[in-house]
């Protein structure tokens, strides 16, 4: 069993910056991957990017590429995403997720080819 927590969220203006982790807890070894969803009111959900032990390319959604990057200290067991010129339009509860699988696309940005769930940072860009 893995728990994952996140933290790093909170109010920040357009143009601003924020870094989200993802601590996990429990055994994580061999095949994983860890993704980042995001979720609006109102709205569905989104994947966000997503990282594997297979050590390939990160993926991410078209509305994050060149400001969002993930990245993870394994000595540390976290999951990072770095998140630059943020937009209103992000405004959003995000999720980290993993899975003891090395899910390629289209599962990478799938909520239900994840087993494991945080409980969600809350991440606002406002004026």
């Known amino acids: 069993q893995l728990q994952l927590a996140e933290s790093g969220g909170g109010l920040v203006q357009p143009g601003g910056s924020l870094r989200l982790s993802c601590a996990v807890r429990?055994?994580?070894?061999?095949?994983?991957?860890i993704g980042w969803f995001r979720q609006a009111p109102g709205k569905e959900s989104e994947g966000v990017s997503c990282?594997?032990?297979?050590?390939?390319?990160?993926s991410y959604a078209d509305s994050v590429t060149g400001r969002f990057t993930i990245s993870r200290d394994s000595a540390k067991k976290t999951v990072y995403l770095e998140m630059k010129d943020l937009k209103p339009e992000d405004t959003a509860v995000y999720y980290c997720?993993?899975?003891?699988?090395?899910?390629?696309?289209?599962?990478?940005?799938?909520?239900?080819?994840?087993?494991?769930w945080g409980q969600g940072t809350q991440v606002s860009v406002s004026e």
């Open positions: 997720a993993a899975d003891h699988t090395i899910l390629t696309a289209p599962l990478r940005t799938d909520v239900a080819a994840y087993e494991f």
């Open positions: 429990g055994i994580i070894v061999g095949r994983h991957s």
């Open positions: 990282i594997n032990s297979a050590g390939g390319v990160p």
